[in-house]
Protein backbone atom coordinates (compact mmCIF):
# COMPACT_ATOMS: atom_id res chain seq x y z
CA UNK A 1 0.00 0.00 0.00
CA UNK A 2 1.21 3.48 -1.08
CA UNK A 3 0.21 6.39 1.02
CA UNK A 4 0.82 9.94 -0.57
CA UNK A 5 0.98 13.26 1.01
CA UNK A 6 0.50 16.53 -0.06
CA UNK A 7 1.27 20.32 1.38
CA UNK A 8 2.32 23.43 0.48
CA UNK A 9 -1.28 24.70 -0.54
CA UNK A 10 -2.31 27.99 1.20
CA UNK A 11 -3.56 31.47 0.60
CA UNK A 12 -1.59 33.05 -2.56
CA UNK A 13 -2.69 36.93 -4.04
CA UNK A 14 -3.25 36.68 -7.53
CA UNK A 15 0.37 36.51 -9.74
CA UNK A 16 1.63 34.71 -6.83
CA UNK A 17 3.63 31.38 -6.27
CA UNK A 18 3.22 28.00 -4.23
CA UNK A 19 5.10 24.77 -4.88
CA UNK A 20 3.16 22.21 -3.86
CA UNK A 21 4.71 18.75 -2.51
CA UNK A 22 3.62 15.06 -2.74
CA UNK A 23 5.63 12.54 -0.65
CA UNK A 24 5.25 8.99 -1.44
CA UNK A 25 5.29 5.96 1.33
CA UNK A 26 6.91 2.96 0.50
CA UNK A 27 9.92 1.58 -1.51
CA UNK A 28 7.70 1.91 -5.47
CA UNK A 29 8.02 4.93 -6.37
CA UNK A 30 10.41 5.04 -9.21
CA UNK A 31 7.75 2.55 -10.54
CA UNK A 32 4.99 5.04 -10.15
CA UNK A 33 3.30 7.62 -12.73
CA UNK A 34 2.54 10.70 -10.93
CA UNK A 35 -0.11 13.46 -11.81
CA UNK A 36 -1.64 16.40 -10.23
CA UNK A 37 -5.06 16.84 -10.15
CA UNK A 38 -7.54 19.77 -9.22
CA UNK A 39 -10.94 20.34 -7.81
CA UNK A 40 -12.87 23.47 -7.43
CA UNK A 41 -15.58 23.28 -6.08
CA UNK A 42 -19.29 22.53 -7.52
CA UNK A 43 -16.96 21.18 -10.31
CA UNK A 44 -15.26 18.03 -11.60
CA UNK A 45 -11.53 16.82 -11.02
CA UNK A 46 -9.66 17.97 -13.64
CA UNK A 47 -6.10 16.96 -14.32
CA UNK A 48 -3.21 19.45 -13.97
CA UNK A 49 -0.33 18.22 -14.94
CA UNK A 50 1.58 14.73 -15.15
CA UNK A 51 5.04 13.52 -15.08
CA UNK A 52 6.45 9.63 -15.82
CA UNK A 53 9.05 7.63 -14.69
CA UNK A 54 11.61 8.52 -17.04
CA UNK A 55 10.91 12.19 -16.22
CA UNK A 56 8.93 13.28 -19.45
CA UNK A 57 5.69 15.79 -18.77
CA UNK A 58 2.35 17.17 -19.87
CA UNK A 59 0.07 19.86 -18.85
CA UNK A 60 -3.33 20.80 -19.22
CA UNK A 61 -3.87 24.27 -21.59
CA UNK A 62 -4.76 26.46 -19.05
CA UNK A 63 -1.58 25.85 -16.96
CA UNK A 64 1.09 25.50 -19.53
CA UNK A 65 3.67 27.92 -19.15
CA UNK A 66 2.69 29.09 -15.39
CA UNK A 67 3.29 25.28 -13.52
CA UNK A 68 5.87 22.88 -13.39
CA UNK A 69 5.94 19.35 -12.93
CA UNK A 70 9.32 17.60 -11.59
CA UNK A 71 10.04 14.83 -9.13
CA UNK A 72 13.31 13.67 -7.05
CA UNK A 73 13.40 9.43 -6.99
CA UNK A 74 15.85 9.81 -3.96
CA UNK A 75 13.47 12.29 -1.75
CA UNK A 76 10.00 10.32 -3.12
CA UNK A 77 8.57 13.29 -3.96
CA UNK A 78 6.44 15.16 -6.58
CA UNK A 79 6.23 18.70 -7.03
CA UNK A 80 4.05 21.22 -9.02
CA UNK A 81 5.54 24.71 -9.01
CA UNK A 82 2.59 27.17 -9.84
CA UNK A 83 3.53 30.77 -11.20
CA UNK A 84 1.69 33.45 -11.96
CA UNK A 85 -1.48 31.97 -10.12
CA UNK A 86 -5.18 33.21 -10.83
CA UNK A 87 -8.41 33.22 -9.13
CA UNK A 88 -9.22 30.55 -10.99
CA UNK A 89 -6.85 28.28 -9.96
CA UNK A 90 -8.45 27.44 -6.52
CA UNK A 91 -9.33 24.59 -6.01
CA UNK A 92 -8.06 21.41 -3.62
CA UNK A 93 -4.77 19.63 -5.46
CA UNK A 94 -4.70 16.25 -5.43
CA UNK A 95 -1.69 13.67 -5.77
CA UNK A 96 -2.09 10.74 -7.71
CA UNK A 97 0.35 7.58 -8.73
CA UNK A 98 -0.04 5.02 -10.76
CA UNK A 99 2.21 1.70 -10.12
CA UNK A 100 2.89 1.20 -14.35
CA UNK A 101 3.45 -2.55 -13.35
CA UNK A 102 0.87 -3.59 -11.53
CA UNK A 103 -2.01 -0.04 -12.94
CA UNK A 104 -2.60 0.09 -8.75
CA UNK A 105 -3.54 3.71 -8.14
CA UNK A 106 -3.46 6.11 -4.94
CA UNK A 107 -4.62 9.30 -4.31
CA UNK A 108 -3.76 11.69 -1.78
CA UNK A 109 -5.60 13.59 0.46
CA UNK A 110 -5.62 17.09 -1.16
CA UNK A 111 -4.19 20.50 -0.25
CA UNK A 112 -6.23 23.42 -0.26
CA UNK A 113 -4.88 26.37 -2.69
CA UNK A 114 -6.78 29.52 -2.58
CA UNK A 115 -5.75 32.94 -4.96
CA UNK A 116 -7.72 35.65 -3.94
CA UNK A 117 -6.46 39.15 -2.91
Known amino acids: QVQLVESGGGLVQPGGSLRLSCVAS????????MKWYRQAPEKERELVAA???????NYADYVKGRFTISRDNNKKTVYLQMNSLKAEDTAVYYC???????????WGQGTQVTVSS
Open 96 to 106: HARNILTSETY
Open 51 to 57: ISTGGST
Open 26 to 33: GSLFTLMF
